[in-house]
């Protein structure tokens, strides 16, 4: 027992990390004898010894989540079934629960982030969890909203009581900014509608960090009905929440958030290039609801931050235009900006972007162009262009192929069509002349 102890607290202040890895990994092989003995170790009245033992312990919880993570018939994930230790990390929830009332701060925040990767698993200690909200540490606070979000539909229980509390009103920012995240996990599992008013009302947090949180989530949970309040955001006075907005809205998408097309338009011309990047993508997730703004986008390809101009070349290929003269716009701006940039970003991001139009037959009048482009840069330094070149023109020749063979179908049903008229129309003279002898006879008949 006491070696198991000793090797737990070597594996996490050895100085080697080496003997810290190799040592955890014994620890994780013979969880199903070391667990019970480091929850034993949680009551231990030295506190060096509870931290570590919780440490090995959140390891080990670590290392199974993992493990089941991996695809069914994956050997590791079959070895560890059938030695029946992928359950040993489970059975230390009830100390984990008691460790969350340690006198030590560092033990109960590592005994929530143990929960935390316990997930649904650690729904009995949903009370302690609770409970542990009033923590007077915020670091504690912190670790249990994070845990909390991990519980699924079982932390339900939590929204009605401490968690809406914790996101709007707790004095520390890493707290509602934890909150916010535990919100967005659980808001996928009870209902957006649940968790949408408080984080609508998290936007207007006096800290930028939460004001970020709360977009992220809104974006992540799709939240509709915050599209306003998202669009309000665009013009905030912290550059990485006006970026977080305009992401939220490229995931909400759809005519809701086309409908504040205008005022996410403009942030093309913020003065950040992270809000200019994080536009282009929310435009090009927009699809045929930019497609209005396709000029304009096109037109950015001359921004000095090549970032942005990745962005900008991957979204053009994603505006869903059909008429050929407007789809010419995007194309011009990629031949002529995008595939002779001097960053090999862009170009690989041009030249995907042709290719993803012709195979999507969207090239046009443009055509000839862009096949003559893409030969060049059949000629380019970096691999990658050379081979989405070589894509595009098989695409382009497909097309061609496709469009020959489809004319000649229609000409050879054409040809068939008028033959099978001039058929009719003979048959038809010929029932005229017989109709017209038989009246020639009838009248021979009838003066004779």
Same mark, same amino acid.
Do not use: W
């Given at each position: 027992?006491?070696?198991?102890?000793?090797?737990?607290?070597?594996?996490?202040?050895?100085?080697?990390?080496?003997?810290?890895?190799?040592?955890?990994?014994?620890?994780?092989?013979?969880?199903?004898?070391?667990?019970?003995?480091?929850?034993?170790?949680?009551?231990?009245?030295?506190?060096?010894?509870?931290?570590?033992?919780?440490?090995?312990?959140?390891?080990?919880?670590?290392?199974?989540?993992c493990v089941e993570a991996l695809p069914d018939g994956s050997l590791y994930r079959r070895q560890r079934e059938e030695s029946q230790r992928s359950h040993a990390a489970f059975s230390a929830v009830p100390a984990l629960q008691y460790a969350l009332s340690d006198s030590d701060r560092f033990v109960?925040?590592?005994?929530?982030?143990?929960?935390?990767?316990?997930?649904?698993?650690?729904?009995?200690?949903? $009370?302690? @969890?609770?409970?542990? /909200?009033? !923590?007077?540490?915020?670091? +504690? *606070? &912190?670790?249990? #909203?994070?845990?909390? =979000? %991990?519980?699924?539909?079982?932390?339900?229980?939590?929204?009605?009581?401490?968690?809406?509390?914790?996101?709007?009103e707790d004095p520390v920012e890493r707290v509602r900014v934890a909150a916010c995240t535990a919100l967005r996990q659980l808001g996928t599992t009870v209902g957006v509608g649940r968790v949408e008013p408080v984080l609508v009302a998290c936007l207007e947090d006096s800290s930028a960090e939460v004001?970020?949180?709360?977009?992220?989530?809104?974006?992540?949970?799709?939240?509709?009905?915050?599209? $306003?309040? @998202?669009?309000?955001? /665009?013009? !905030?006075?912290?550059?990485? +929440? *006006? &970026?977080?907005? #305009?992401?939220?809205? =490229? %995931?909400?998408?759809?005519?809701?958030?086309?409908?504040?097309?205008?005022?996410?338009?403009?942030?093309?011309?913020?003065?950040?290039?992270?809000?200019?990047?994080?536009?282009?993508?929310?435009?090009?997730?927009?699809?045929?609801?930019?497609?209005?703004?396709?000029?304009?986008?096109?037109?950015?390809?001359?921004?000095?931050?090549?970032?942005?101009?990745?962005?900008?070349?991957?979204?053009?290929?994603?505006?869903?235009?059909?008429?050929?003269?407007?789809?010419?716009?995007p194309i011009k701006a990629l031949l002529k900006r995008g595939i002779t940039d001097f960053e090999i970003e862009v170009r690989v991001a041009s030249a995907e972007s042709l290719r993803d139009l012709a195979r999507l037959d969207q090239l046009g009048p443009m055509l000839d162009p862009v096949k003559?482009?893409?030969?060049?840069?059949?000629?380019?330094?970096?691999?990658?262009?050379?081979?989405?070149?070589?894509?595009?023109?098989?695409?382009?020749?497909?097309?061609?192929?496709?469009?020959?063979?489809?004319?000649?179908?229609?000409?050879?049903?054409?040809?068939?069509?008028?033959?099978?008229?001039?058929?009719?129309?003979?048959?038809?003279?010929?029932?005229?002349?017989?109709?017209?002898?038989?009246?020639?006879?009838?009248?021979?008949?009838?003066?004779?």
């Open positions: 027992m006491l070696l198991f102890i000793h090797a737990a607290i070597v594996a996490e202040e050895h100085s080697d990390s080496a003997v810290r890895y190799r040592l955890s990994l014994l620890l994780d092989a013979h969880s199903d004898v070391v667990v019970p003995i480091l929850c034993a170790a949680l009551r231990d009245p030295r506190r060096r010894v509870r931290l570590n033992a919780c440490k090995a312990i959140m390891n080990i919880v670590s290392q199974t989540t109960r925040r590592v005994a929530a982030r143990s929960l935390e990767r316990l997930g649904g698993r650690a729904a009995i200690a949903l $009370p302690a @969890l609770l409970a542990a /909200l009033d !923590d007077p540490e915020e670091e +504690v *606070r &912190a670790a249990v #909203a994070t845990a909390l =979000g %991990q519980l699924g539909s079982l932390g339900e229980e939590a929204l009605p009581t401490r968690l809406f509390f914790l996101a709007s004001r970020s949180a709360a977009a992220k989530a809104l974006g992540m949970l799709a939240a509709v009905s915050a599209v $306003p309040q @998202l669009a309000v955001h /665009l013009a !905030d006075s912290e550059a990485h +929440v *006006r &970026a977080t907005a #305009a992401c939220a809205l =490229g %995931q909400i998408g759809g005519v809701e958030s086309a409908n504040v097309l205008s005022q996410l338009t403009l942030c093309l011309k913020d003065k950040d290039p992270a809000v200019r990047k994080a536009t282009a993508i929310a435009l090009g997730r927009l699809g045929c609801h930019a497609a209005p703004v396709a000029l304009t986008l096109s037109e950015c390809m001359k921004d000095t931050d090549s970032h942005v101009r990745e962005a900008i070349a991957r979204s053009l290929s994603q505006l869903g235009m059909t008429e050929s003269m407007a789809q010419a716009v003559q482009a893409m030969t060049v840069r059949l000629k380019d330094e970096c691999p990658l262009v050379v081979h989405s070149a070589s894509d595009c023109l098989k695409a382009i020749s497909m097309r061609v192929e496709s469009s020959e063979t489809e004319k000649k179908k229609k000409k050879r049903r054409s040809k068939s069509k008028g033959e099978s008229d001039d058929d009719e129309s003979g048959s038809e003279n010929e029932l005229d002349l017989k109709e017209f002898a038989r009246m020639v006879s009838s009248l021979s008949r009838q003066q004779s």
